[in-house]
């Protein structure tokens, strides 16, 4: 584990021998939906004090109490173990983004991360991340030039994703790409067929709008949508997704149930004046949305809001699933929580 400011990186390189040739649609891989048998999930640990000034130690906690029900469930793997240096803890961003196949197994996607379009300090040691998974376990991946973070993706494993133009339409990302190229690119590199547009994001997210604080899919054809009252910053923003989402359709053809999920009471936080300019308190992209499934259960942010028991119980109700609160008041001070500090590895199908 190192700070932020290191930029002394492993071989970002996808090794000659595990490196990937062509199209994922076209050798039949998919994008697996995250309640598919899972045998892994990657985190790593809060370390960096720039992401959580003055509450490291009780993010770590609230970390250390997701690892440990995790771990009741399916296998944790740190990169801190495996001797992978990272920048920081968000490798849902930075980790691969895994696919299957019925008879070939688990492969990956390895695609540029650029720091949520170069907001911070040069992230080069969470971009050699993937290219570090596949030599320590010997998975083949195809290596990306464009980037794209694993938090601005959701899917059914249908063939249906749902992503927000907020973020992918952001030119800090892929400034050469138009929306005609940026699909051609998610459906030959994730092999899916639909995808659904989103406006937008929360308010104090930095990622431009990551779908996984607003939108997840909790079964085949059932969304679960953040909501606001009037009043609330996010109002205008989340109604303007519930309509796109009660047009849509998926990759069968079908509907999209959408489940409504409240949204916690405000929270804010007091960064230091270096962090966002003069006068840094700042609204936490706490949401209730970012939730990870894994093995039978849905592990849920809460935050001490009146909306927890209520966004556990909707999830538990329309997933099948059992729901694990999780407290993560702290960890969203480094504006995410579980599903952005978490990456999934499929189990093989084979």
């Given at each position: ?24 649609a ?23 004090e ?6 490291l130690e ?78 320590r ?15 601005s993706i959701?899917?059914?494993?249908l ?5 927000t133009?907020?973020c992918?339409?952001n ?23 639909t ?50 989402l009660?047009r ?7 509907p ?51 909306s ?5 119980r ?37």
């Open positions: 584990m190192t700070d932020a400011s290191q930029t002394t990186a492993p071989d970002a390189a996808i090794p000659s021998d595990l490196r990937l040739e062509g199209s994922a076209a050798a039949g891989f998919r994008f697996p939906a995250e309640w598919e048998p899972l045998e892994a999930v990657w985190l790593v640990r809060p370390h960096n720039e992401t959580w000034p003055g509450c009780p993010a770590g906690v609230e970390w250390d109490n997701f690892a440990a029900r995790l771990r009741e469930v399916v296998e944790v793997r740190e990169t801190a173990s495996m001797g992978i240096p990272t920048n920081d803890s968000w490798i849902r961003d930075f980790g691969p983004v895994f696919l299957v196949h019925p008879e070939r197994g688990v492969a990956a996607q390895a695609f540029r991360f650029n720091g949520w379009g170069d907001k911070y300090e040069p992230r080069t040691l969470d971009d050699a991340v993937p290219a570090e998974i596949a030599r376990l010997r998975i083949p991946m195809w290596e990306q030039s464009q980037v794209l973070e694993g938090g959701e899917t059914d494993g063939g249906t994703l749902l992503v133009a907020q992918l339409g030119q800090n990302r892929n400034p050469d790409l138009e929306r005609s190229g940026i699909e051609s690119l998610l459906r030959e590199s994730l092999g899916v067929s995808i659904v547009w989103l406006p937008g994001g929360i308010e104090g997210d930095d990622t431009d709008g990551h779908i996984d604080d607003i939108a997840r899919f909790v079964a085949p054809g059932v969304v679960a949508a953040v909501e606001a009252p009037p009043g609330h910053p996010d109002h205008t923003i989340l109604a303007a997704n519930r309509e796109v009660a849509a359709r998926d990759a069968r053809g079908e999209i149930e959408v489940v409504p999920l409240p949204s916690p009471t405000p929270i804010h936080y007091d960064f230091p004046a270096d962090r966002f300019g003069p006068g840094g308190r700042r609204m936490l992209p706490a949401s209730h949305a970012n939730f990870l499934i894994a093995n039978g259960r849905i592990f849920v942010p809460v935050f001490g809001s009146r927890d028991d209520l966004a556990c909707r999830l538990e109700e329309a997933s099948g699933l059992s729901a694990v609160a999780v407290m993560a008041r702290n960890l969203v001070v480094g504006l995410g929580s579980l599903h952005c500090l978490s990456c999934q590895q499929p189990a093989s199908p084979r």
